[in-house]
């Protein structure tokens, strides 16, 4: 188990894929946002709907931490008094100022606004299956700081990237 | 003609002052007339206006309303008609209705009122058209007065308080947009009125002068109300004038209006379009009381970012304007410089005239 | 941003945790004034203590705001600095302690509270930290004790200026407030209007709105009410020394307003005859803008075009919010800025409000206020 903060590796890892295990499936209850710093870039991944997403935790408006924010609904309306609310259509919403995010592909909700929160591959798998497509592929897999022992089999959450990796 | 464009001159605002109502005994029930006559009822000019000093009133109507409201037509058409010879301009009655609380009075009056301009104003030059008058404060009854007055043709808009007892964009106003909207008709605000709230959030100013300045406050709360409560999405293609009402704040209201919507929108779902949208798309301004800079180059940087020249409408608000040589002396020199009153007069013939233009009745 | 100790933060807002309440009649509340708390509570105007509508984040704040203590935003002490402080390395930081408990109509309560507030902030921020001002809490509606309040706390120089809010029973320049507006001017101390307060009005003459995004947005139309009012009152006239802030209003809508009271002014002159000046001199010459919140234009150059237009260089000043939900952050303020210069966006993260607030100059009677109005 190999600890990806060590830098006198990062050149060799540069070109190579990093898996890092960001803990037990456990550990990420449905719909709450936990926000991870991996060399210095802020990231938050979430359980939702059978899915795992994970985004870059900056806000493109201001900046703002959009991964500490809430996860709501989405409304749609067409006149006033209508609320078509689907509670799956998830949102992340920023903190900061309230602009929304698509969970499913971090794109922002707000008409006009081409603009979107960086989406990162995450998944949830196997800790022994991950073993073995990062031996397969030649990817080093990393564990974040606080995984502590995890015995193979158990369902974990992953993060899947090249490093130097800010958006 | 006078006008600087072949298509035409077309004035967007002409006041008449409804302040004496003996010329509108005739379009009332006989129980009113007797009810007025017996109670010395003053009306609703008596309870003044945010901004305005009566003295003020007194001293045009002094010199025009010679005669009653049949001295001011005399005098409209001999002074301004005359001279600037416009092919249609737009009558815009100012007679604060809003103050009165009476449900049935105000219905009478607007009727009256309504009713006295379609028979007086309509021939006072080339094709001129009036507005609506109604009262915001019972939205059925002026829903009904609308329908029936546009049914008779060679109505401009409905014109409406800019200060007001709930916000005109309150559902609870609703059928009065969805009137105006069934006959095309834009809606015009007027930066006047008088309805029982103060002018600030601190109640009332010390000065005329301080309310007449921030009556441009009230016009901003009245276009987000409209926007907010999704009057102009729900009617697209509905139309909102503001009258007198400074202009060049708009951009800078917009930007802030769009920023708040974009945290907002759970707030408000139905406002599927960033405010400057709604506002490019269908509000108009006319260009009276522009509050203007010290230079044209200043004026004409305020719209770099919200272009309002489809926007802005050609109006004198005759009889404010000061003595005037030419049309275009008519409208601030900036505005001219900028705009060009060609094009001012073309948005105020697009938005009033070429509706008109089809489907007139008894013109 | 390079992080180099010169941003003033000139807005925060230090909240009541959980337990400051109690601690606060406790220690700094007469006896009979905590019985009436426990009684009657607070009496303010009842048409707007603000649940009229949800506010979309709870207690106004960043959601991330929230201490891990658990208690409520702008709370804890130790999370703002971390969160706030240290994040962006501010020189000075004033706050001003926004509650509706200074509202109350019942002027002996307010003014005891006021009271109470200005001890509370001493002991629970002030005291703890250099780098913290504070604005002086008064019982605006009771000017007479205001005053008294004022000179209290005017020798103190972590007390930078008083804080006033937009809705209050009068427009702001109405004579009732001169004897604030007097020793204010007398003591050097900037005067802030924060938005916020309880009058019981709707924003403008066309009444309550239905949303929370009308009232928000409404800020603008609050505060220049007060700008109209104080400009045309003669406030600036009968003291002319006097420095206002605007604090959470908002900025792009001065210029036009300037037009348009110089225009309204030229027109009914005669009805304010002890202006000898049009207004747009006055506001140039006696009003501070804050940036906060920030209105956002899609083209930078429209702030250069403000900016032109406004013509009241050094007169922005930063300010937060910190921590309530519209907060802006200092980056932002900076790279929307630097369109006009630089040296231009620094001075409005800094050195302007130096400039206002003197916060180097220890413990001097302010009346140097000439060398603002000269700058």
């Known amino acids: 188990m190999k600890s990806i903060s060590d830098t006198s590796e990062r050149a060799e890892m540069i070109r190579r894929p990093v898996f890092t295990v960001l803990g037990p499936l456990s550990q990420f209850p449905e719909r709450t946002v936990r926000t991870f710093t991996l060399d210095e870039m802020s990231v938050g991944i979430v359980c939702a709907n059978g899915e795992v997403f994970g985004f870059i935790n900056r806000c493109p408006h201001q900046g703002g931490p959009v991964c500490e924010g809430e996860l709501s609904g989405s409304i749609e309306s067409r006149r006033a008094g209508e609320y078509n609310y689907d509670p799956q259509a998830l949102v992340l919403r920023c903190p900061w100022h309230g602009w929304e995010f698509r969970l499913t592909d971090g794109t922002c909700t707000i008409p006009r606004h081409n603009v979107k929160i960086p989406r990162l591959k ?44 800010h958006a | 003609m006078n006008g600087a464009t072949t298509q035409g001159f077309y004035d967007s605002d002409v006041v008449i002052e409804f302040d004496d109502h003996k010329d509108l005994l005739q379009y009332m029930p006989a129980y009113w007339r007797e009810y007025f006559a017996q109670s010395d009822f003053e009306g609703p000019r008596a309870n003044g206006v945010h901004g305005l000093p009566r003295t003020a009133i007194s001293k045009f109507k002094s010199r025009l309303y010679q005669g009653g409201l049949a001295g001011y037509v005399s005098a409209f058409n001999s002074g301004y008609a005359t001279r600037f010879r416009p092919d249609g301009v737009v009558f815009n009655p100012l007679y604060n209705i809003e103050s009165i609380r009476h449900p049935d009075l105000s219905a009478v009056l607007a009727t009256a009122v309504n009713d006295w301009m379609h028979d007086h104003l309509l021939t006072a030059s080339g094709h001129s058209l009036f507005s609506i008058v109604v009262s915001p404060h019972y939205p059925d009854a002026a829903a009904a007065e609308i329908r029936r007055v546009a049914a008779r043709g060679r109505a401009a808009q409905v014109i409406l308080p800019a200060c007001t007892a709930i916000p005109l964009g309150n559902r609870i106003n609703r059928p009065i947009f969805e009137a105006a909207a069934e006959f095309g008709l ?28 921030g009556l441009k406050l009230t016009l901003e709360s009245q276009l987000m109300s409209l926007i907010t409560e999704g009057v102009l999405a729900e009617f697209e293609q ?55 800079p010290e230079s044209v180059d200043e004026f004409r940087a305020c719209f770099d970012e919200l272009d309002l020249s489809k926007s802005l409408l050609f109006a004198s608000r005759y009889p404010y304007c000061h003595s005037p040589d030419t049309v275009e002396s008519l409208i601030p020199s900036f505005v001219d410089q900028v705009f060009g009153t060609a094009a001012l007069v073309e948005n105020t013939r697009q938005l009033y005239w070429k509706y008109h233009s089809r489907s007139v009745r008894g013109s | 941003m390079n992080n180099h100790d010169y941003i003033i933060d000139c ?11 109690a601690r606060l009649a406790q220690r700094y509340l007469p006896k009979a004034w905590q019985a009436y708390a426990i009684e009657y509570g607070q009496n303010v105007v009842s048409h707007s203590i603000g649940s009229h509508f949800p506010r979309i984040h709870p207690n106004s704040a960043r959601f991330d705001a929230w201490p891990p203590n658990g208690d409520v935003p702008g709370s804890d002490y130790d999370f703002m600095k971390l969160q706030h402080f240290d994040r962006w390395k501010t020189k000075y930081c004033i706050i001003n302690p926004l509650t509706l408990l200074v509202h109350p109509r019942n002027y002996g309560f307010a003014n005891a509270v006021a009271h109470a507030l200005n001890e509370w902030v001493i002991e629970t921020w002030l005291a703890k930290d250099d780098h913290l001002r504070s604005s002086i809490s008064i019982a605006y509606e009771d000017p007479t004790a205001s005053v008294r309040e004022i000179e209290r706390y005017s020798g103190d120089p972590r007390f930078v200026s008083i804080c006033f809010v937009t809705r209050t029973f009068e427009p702001l320049g109405n004579s009732k407030y001169w004897p604030i507006y007097e020793i204010c001017e007398s003591k050097g101390l900037p005067f802030g209007i924060h938005f916020g307060g309880y009058s019981g009005w709707p924003l403008t003459g066309a009444g309550f709105p239905s949303y929370y995004i009308e009232d928000h947005c409404g800020m603008a139309q609050s505060m220049q009410a007060h700008v109209i009012s104080m400009v045309m009152e003669g406030v600036f006239e009968r003291f002319p020394k006097l420095q206002v802030v605007l604090l959470e209003g908002g900025m792009m809508w001065l210029p036009s307003l300037m037009w348009r009271l110089d225009r309204c002014w030229r027109a009914m ?30 083209k930078l150059s429209s702030w250069k075009t403000f900016v032109e237009q406004l013509n009241m260089p050094g007169r922005i000043m930063y300010a937060s919010d910190y921590p309530h939900w519209d907060f802006d952050s200092p980056e932002k303020i900076e790279e929307i800025f630097t369109v006009v210069g630089r040296d231009f966006a620094r001075d409005i993260l800094g050195a302007n409000a130096e400039r206002l607030y003197r916060f180097e100059a220890g413990k001097p009677l302010r009346t140097g206020t000439e060398a603002v109005v000269q700058s």
């Open chain 1, 122 to 165: 995450v998944q949830a798998t196997r800790l022994d299956v991950l073993r073995r497509e990062a031996e397969s592929s030649g990817a080093t897999l990393a564990f974040a700081h606080d995984c502590g022992n995890l015995p193979e089999g158990i369902m974990v959450v992953a993060l899947r990237q090249h490093l130097p990796s």
């Open chain 2, 186 to 213: 834009p809606v015009a605000l007027q930066a006047t009125g008088y309805n029982g709230n103060p002018p600030t959030s601190s109640g009332w100013y010390t000065y005329f002068v301080e309310e007449f300045a």
């Open chain 3, 269 to 298: 002159r005669s009805e304010v005859p002890h202006l000898k000046e049009p207004p747009s001199f006055y506001i140039r010459r006696n009003v501070w803008l804050t940036t906060q919140p920030i209105e956002e234009p899609k």
């Open chain 3, 11 to 21: 807005d925060i807002h230090p909240t009541f945790g959980k337990h400051d309440y």
């Open chain 2, 238 to 292: 509905l139309k909102v004038v503001l009258l007198d009402s400074g202009v060049t704040w708009l951009p800078s209201y917009a930007w802030r209006f769009d920023k708040e919507w974009r945290g907002m929108r759970r707030d408000v779902p139905w406002v599927t379009k960033p405010p400057s949208e709604y506002i490019r798309e269908q509000v108009f301004c006319t260009v009276t009381g522009v509050d203007l």
